[in-house]
Nanobody
Framework: QVQLVESGGGLVQPGGSLRLSCAASGVIFSFNAMGWYRQAPGKQRELVAR???????NYADSVKGRFTISRDNAKNTVYLQMNSLKPEDTAVYYCNADGPTAWGWKDSWGQGTQVTVSS
């Protein structure tokens, strides 16, 4: 089955940095678009950053210039480097894979990792 396992979340002070990782299995990784989404308490899940199979990226306006998404197809892993973190970045961050798997086309989600930005 498809598994997306996020890691790297935690508590960080405002202005600090974190790097999230998402290790994927069960997907044909290099052909999947990979994304990071987040959901804060009482709010809807929103796109943070996305990278296509070809390496094109897009970002939410709120994180442009601070966050960078990247992928390592050899390791089946997508990363989110988060710099200059703000309290409003506090949320559960979810990894998403959209594309072919051994079982057909799937839109898959990880279990989420908590990011808390607080002094």
């Amino acid at each position: 089955q498809v598994q997306l396992v996020e890691s790297g979340g935690g508590l960080v002070q405002p202005g600090g940095s974190l790097r999230l990782s998402c290790a994927a299995s069960g997907v044909i990784f290099s052909f999947n678009a990979m994304g990071w989404y987040r959901q804060a308490p009482g709010k809807q899940r929103e796109l943070v950053a996305r990278i296509t199979s070809g390496g094109s990226t897009n970002y939410a306006d709120s994180v442009k210039g601070r966050f960078t998404i990247s992928r390592d197809n050899a390791k089946n892993t997508v990363y989110l480097q988060m710099n200059s973190l703000k309290p409003e970045d506090t949320a559960v961050y979810y990894c998403n894979a959209d594309g072919p798997t051994a079982w057909g086309w799937k839109d898959s989600w990880g279990q989420g990792t908590q990011v808390t930005v607080s002094s």
